[in-house]
């Protein structure tokens, strides 16, 4: 009966242990909250499927501009000659 409530022990222990380092990785990994409100700047360049290209350009584009802030410029992959 014992070596059932050890093991019981060890496996909280453990778990416990395993959930506060990764909160505390968390913690420390986090953006801080001035540089959470820095106002986006420069493009993001995407190479694309030529068949992807009205998806992109209409649909994709505004939406990751608007989402990011970020502005977006796309080709098509490989270029068409």
Same mark, same amino acid.
């Given at each position: 009966?014992?070596?059932?409530?050890?093991?019981?022990?060890?496996?909280?222990?453990?778990?416990?242990?395993?959930?506060?380092?990764?909160?505390?990785?968390? %913690?420390?990994?986090?953006?801080? +909250?001035?540089?959470?409100? +820095?106002?986006?700047?420069?493009? $993001?360049? $995407?190479?694309? %499927? %030529?068949?992807?290209?009205?998806?992109?350009?209409?649909?994709?584009?505004?939406?990751?501009?608007?989402?990011?802030?970020?502005?977006?410029?796309?080709? $098509?992959?490989?270029?068409?000659?």
């Amino acid at each position: 009966m014992t070596s059932v409530l050890a093991k019981n022990r060890v496996r909280s222990v453990a778990l416990l242990f395993t959930v506060c380092t990764g909160l505390l990785a968390g %913690a420390l990994t986090s953006t801080p +909250a001035s540089a959470a409100y +820095a106002k986006p700047t420069g493009t $993001v360049n $995407v190479a694309y %499927a %030529a068949s992807l290209g009205f998806l992109n350009e209409k649909v994709v584009s505004p939406a990751f501009t608007a989402a990011d802030g970020y502005k977006f410029s796309g080709s $098509v992959w490989p270029p068409v000659h």
